[in-house]
T-cell receptor, first 115, second 115 residues
Framework: GAGVSQTPSNKVTEKGKYVELRCDPI?????LYWYRQSLGQGPEFLIY????????DSGLPNDRFFAVRPEGSVSTLKIQRTERGDSAVYLC?????????????FGNGTRLTVT | AQKVTQAQTEISVVEKEDVTLDCVYE???????LFWYKQPPSGELVFLIR??????QNEISGRYSWNFQKSTSSFNFTITASQVVDSAVYFC????????????FGKGTKLTVNP
């Protein structure tokens, strides 16, 4: 498929565990974004990559959250010592460039449930 | 700071009615971009339209139209002759023209079109 792919689609984990969420962007898209969406809310920005580097990580809530994009394509969002408040849908998006007019194309998200 | 307000939390209409979704934004930038996204029950965010701050022309695409007014900082979305398939949550979003490239979303308006 040509869209943004996120795996897994659902993840259930116990409080305190470590999780990794994967995002495969649209081929050729240099910009990649992670958002978090809680029930009844709009997507909340977490981090933005331009190529391999994190251009803006101001949305990461604390140091338990970390993301990488080592080769400028696939990205992994890592959450340590998960808490019940981390439960949400984690959305990944990519765009052809990081300039203001380029629309973001979103994946279907990973629904994370921390029990 | 960038902010998007969608005052209508939920709207319910009967098929074939026209409906307008309101969006008010705040920004100190002179260059910025406005977006509308649709999130159907399946969960994927679908890009609908982008408008830059220098282009106040209204746009029509089929049954969809957008009214951008800088004087009132609004970017409203109208669906004409609504259909059941239009049922979704609609998000308005704002992005700076330079600097941080994150998209700031409103909380969304849930539209239900009843047959």
């Amino acid at each position: 498929g040509a869209g943004v792919s996120q795996t897994p689609s659902n993840k259930v984990t116990e409080k305190g565990k470590y999780v990794e969420l994967r995002c495969d962007p649209i081929s050729g898209h240099t910009a990649l974004y992670w958002y978090r969406q809680s029930l009844g809310q709009g997507p909340e920005f977490l981090i933005y990559f331009q190529g391999t580097g994190a251009a803006d990580d101001s949305g990461l809530p604390n140091d338990r959250f970390f993301a990488v994009r080592p080769e400028g394509s696939v990205s992994t969002l890592k959450i340590q010592r998960t808490e019940r408040g981390d439960s949400a849908v984690y959305l990944c998006a990519s765009s052809s460039s990081g300039t203001g007019g380029s629309p973001l194309h979103f994946g279907n998200g990973t629904r994370l449930t921390v029990t | 700071a960038q902010k998007v307000t969608q005052a209508q939390t939920e709207i319910s209409v009967v098929e074939k009615e026209d409906v307008t979704l309101d969006c008010v934004y705040e920004t100190r930038d002179t260059t910025y971009y406005l977006f509308w996204y649709k999130q159907p029950p399946s969960g994927e965010l679908v890009f609908l339209i982008r408008r830059n701050s220098f282009d106040e022309q209204n746009e029509i695409s089929g049954r969809y139209s957008w009214n951008f007014q800088k004087s009132t900082s609004s970017f409203n979305f109208t669906i004409t002759a609504s259909q059941v398939v239009d049922s979704a949550v609609y998000f308005c979003a704002l992005r700076r023209g330079s600097g941080s490239e994150k998209l700031v979303f409103g909380k969304g308006t849930k539209l239900t079109v009843n047959p």
